[in-house]
């Protein structure tokens, strides 16, 4: 059995004025005790990417990735499964994914969101054998499915909800003062 070696990262998140300031000092790495930590342009932290903006251009764009690369392969044996089936393996593999960290991306502008929201259309279709070209709506209502700025904005909602009425985590009702 190979054992591999743990290599820990760091990201200096800031501004673009604040991260000029820093590259002028050109941090590359940084040792805690007997380890060495590395500088990097993003860090991957419970499942979700964050980079030096705060942009949250990576975990898209992975998790976008990641989501086409499953809805390719459930399209290719999508005949032989039923609408059943087809929705379950969606929601396994795909919205699972989208759905991971949402709240992450409240208040980021609509062109970071449409990103996201081609993923949840293209597994509609997937869904329904209809083509990519086809209205998405009728079948989002049909599947229920609220749209992606929607679904992050009901998950904030919904953590609120429960951290007020101490349904939540100590951890997160603690930073709520009425």
């Known amino acids: 059995m190979k054992i591999t070696e743990l290599t820990f990262e760091f990201v200096i998140i800031g501004t673009k004025q604040q991260l000029a300031k820093t590259y002028n000092y050109s941090i590359s790495t940084i040792c805690v005790g007997n380890t060495d930590i590395v500088a990097s342009s993003h860090v991957r932290n419970l499942r979700a990417w964050f980079d030096e903006r705060f942009s949250m251009e990576t975990h898209i764009m992975k998790t976008c990735g990641a989501a086409f690369y499953h809805l390719h392969n459930i399209r290719r044996i999508r005949k032989y499964l039923s609408q059943d089936i087809a929705e379950t393996l969606i929601h396994a593999f795909v919205t699972s994914q989208i759905d991971y ?12 969101i449409c990103k996201i929201q081609r993923v949840q259309n293209a597994a509609a279709c997937v869904i329904f054998m209809k083509s990519k070209y086809r209205h998405i709506t009728p079948l989002l209502k049909e599947l229920h499915w609220l749209p992606v700025t929607y679904r992050i904005q009901f998950k904030v909602i919904l953590i609120t909800f429960k951290a007020l009425h101490d349904m939540a985590p100590s951890y997160i009702s603690n930073l709520l003062h009425v």
């Open 101 to 112: 960290c949402n709240s992450l991306l409240f208040g980021l502008p609509s062109f970071h």
